[in-house]
C-alpha cells in the first residue's frame, strides 16, 4: 500500500495566546499539523530545529518584532514561506514584508476562508519548490564574457562573421530588430581587432538632438553656438585609433550624413565652427532596425553612403529563429544575476523553461533579460517557477498550446503561407511555428522539413 501523504506543519509565531488558539482551531479543522511559538526568537529557534511547512508570523510582538523574526527566519533558511501578520496594513509594512522575503501578508482580523486559501497557496508553492529540481547550469559563463551567447546555426554563422572581419578595418554594417544585440556584436569586433587598445565608443544616433548631433560626432569650437562656451571633441576625436558604432544610423539628418561620408572617403573632420580639417583614424561600425534600402529607394538616406557602411553585411537573427538559445540565454543571464548577488534564484523548473521556449519574444534578448531579471526577484526560492514568468506569457503560452498535436497536419496548415514565403524566411516561419507547438526548445537545424507536402507538378 502506498504511504500516506506527511501531514503539513503550520509554525504559528504569535505572543498572543487568543489568537494562537484561534489560528490552531482554524488550521486543525483542515487536519494540519500547528507548532505554536510565543516569541519571534522561539520561533527562529523552531524553524531551526525542524523547517514547518510554512510559518504564520505576527508582525507587532514584545521581543524581536515580526519583520526582524522575518528576517533571521529567511538568513536560517532562505526556501522557508512566511506569512506575515499584522494589524496595520500599511503601504510601509507590506513593503518592507515583501522586501524581506515575505511570502505574503494578512491583515487582521482575519477571514478563515481567505486565510486558508493563502495557507493552500503557500503550501502548493513550497510542493513546487522542493519539486522543482531546475534546469543545471549548461554553460560556463566565464566563457561568455562577451555576452553573446548561443549554439544555434544562425549564431555559429554570427560568430564566424565576427571573426573573419574583426582583423580588418572594413565597415561592417550590423542589422537585426531591436534587442537582438547588435551593439554586443560590435563591442566583440572591436575587442578582436588590432584596435582594441584604443577606445571604442558607441553613439546612438536617434537618441541625440538633430541640432546637437553634429557637435556629438565631430566637436565644437568655442563660440560655434550659444552655449558653447568651450572647445569640445567630438566622438571620432576621443576614439581616434579606436571604433566608433553608430548605432540606428538611419536616423541621421541629411548632413550629417554628408560628414559621415567625408570621415570615411578622407579620414577627416572639421568640428561646428571650425574651417580646420583634422585626421582620424577610425573604424566604423553602424547598425540600423530599419531598412536602409527603402530610405535610399525614398531619398531619405545617401546612397553613396549606404554603399560606404554596407561593405560587410551581418544580419543577427531574432530569438523566434533560434529557441534552441534559449536554455543558454536564460542559465547566462541567471548566472550574472547571482554573480552580482541581486537574486537568488539560480535556475528555471522545466515547466517554466518550457513556457520561455515557446514564447514568441517580439523583443528579442532585451526582453528575456528583462524578464528573467523580473521573475528571479520574484521567485520565493532558488528556482523560477512558471507562476513567477508574467500573466502574458502564460497566457500566450495557453493559447499556443491549442495548436494542431500532428506534424503533418501543422505543416499542413502553413504550406499555402510557406509557398509564397520568400526563401530566407520560410525557415522563420517553420521555427515559429514549431516553437508554439513543442515543449522544449526546437533545433532549426533539425526540421523536418521534408515531411511537408509539395506542390504537384504543373502539367503544362
Known amino acids: 500500500m502506498p504511504e500516506p501523504a506527511a501531514v503539513p506543519t503550520i509554525l504559528v509565531i504569535d505572543d498572543d495566546a487568543e489568537v494562537r488558539y484561534s489560528l490552531n482551531r482554524v488550521l486543525s479543522s483542515q487536519r494540519y499539523k500547528v507548532v505554536e511559538a510565543p516569541s519571534g526568537e522561539e520561533g527562529v529557534v523552531a524553524v531551526k530545529r525542524q523547517p514547518p511547512d510554512v510559518v504564520l508570523l505576527d508582525n507587532r510582538m514584545t521581543g524581536i518584532s515580526g519583520l526582524e523574526t522575518l528576517q533571521h527566519i529567511r538568513a536560517a533558511n532562505p526556501k522557508q514561506l512566511v506569512i506575515l501578520m499584522t494589524a496595520y496594513g500599511t503601504a510601509q509594512t507590506a513593503i518592507e514584508a515583501m522586501k524581506y522575503g515575505a511570502f505574503d501578508y494578512v491583515v487582521k482580523p482575519f477571514d478563515p476562508p481567505k486565510l ?202 531574432p530569438l523566434r529563429e533560434r529557441v534552441e538559445d534559449v536554455p543558454q540565454i ?50 520565493q526560492g532558488d528556482a523560477i517557477l512558471p507562476k513567477d514568468l508574467p500573466d502574458e506569457v502564460r497566457q500566450s503560452n495557453e493559447a499556443g498550446a491549442a495548436a494542431p498535436a500532428d506534424l503533418e497536419e501543422l505543416f499542413d496548415r502553413l504550406y499555402e503561407q510557406l509557398k509564397a514565403a520568400h526563401p530566407t524566411d520560410m525557415l522563420a516561419v517553420v521555427t515559429e511555428a514549431l516553437a508554439v507547438r513543442a515543449p522544449a526548445p526546437v533545433s532549426t537545424t533539425k526540421t523536418p522539413f521534408a515531411k511537408a507536402k509539395k506542390p504537384a507538378a504543373k502539367k503544362r
Open 116 to 317: 486558508l486559501a493563502l495557507v493552500e497557496n503557500a503550501l502548493r508553492t513550497q510542493a513546487d519548490i522542493r519539486s522543482a529540481g531546475g534546469v543545471q547550469p549548461v554553460i560556463n559563463s566565464e566563457e561568455h564574457k562577451e555576452g553573446i551567447v548561443g549554439s544555434s546555426g544562425p549564431m555559429q554563422q554570427v560568430f564566424k562573421v565576427i571573426g573573419q572581419v574583426a582583423t580588418s578595418d572594413v565597415t561592417v554594417m550590423i542589422t537585426g530588430e531591436s534587442g537582438t544585440g547588435k551593439e554586443l556584436v560590435a563591442r566583440s569586433i572591436h575587442r578582436h581587432s588590432h584596435r582594441n587598445a584604443r577606445p571604442f565608443v558607441a553613439v546612438n544616433c536617434s537618441a541625440i538632438p538633430e541640432n546637437l548631433i553634429e557637435s556629438e560626432l565631430f566637436g565644437h569650437e568655442r563660440g560655434a553656438f550659444t552655449g558653447a562656451t568651450a572647445q569640445r571633441l567630438g566622438k571620432f576625436e576621443v576614439c581616434d585609433g579606436g571604433t566608433i558604432f553608430l548605432d540606428e544610423i538611419g536616423d541621421m539628418t541629411p548632413t550629417t550624413q554628408t560628414k559621415i561620408l567625408r570621415v570615411l572617403q578622407e579620414g577627416e573632420i572639421q568640428r561646428v565652427g571650425s574651417s580646420e580639417t583634422i585626421k582620424v583614424n577610425v573604424r566604423v561600425l553602424a547598425a540600423t532596425n530599419k531598412n536602409l534600402e527603402t530610405l535610399v529607394k525614398d531619398k531619405e538616406f545617401r546612397e553613396d553612403l549606404y554603399y560606404r557602411l554596407n561593405v560587410v553585411r551581418l544580419r543577427l537573427p
Open 330 to 379: 536564460v542559465d547566462f543571464f541567471l548566472q550574472s544575476l547571482a554573480k552580482a548577488k541581486k537574486t537568488k534564484a539560480r535556475k528555471v523548473s522545466p515547466e517554466a523553461l518550457a513556457i520561455l521556449c515557446r514564447h514568441n519574444w517580439p523583443g528579442n534578448v532585451r526582453e528575456l533579460e528583462n524578464m528573467i531579471y523580473r521573475s528571479a526577484v520574484i521567485a
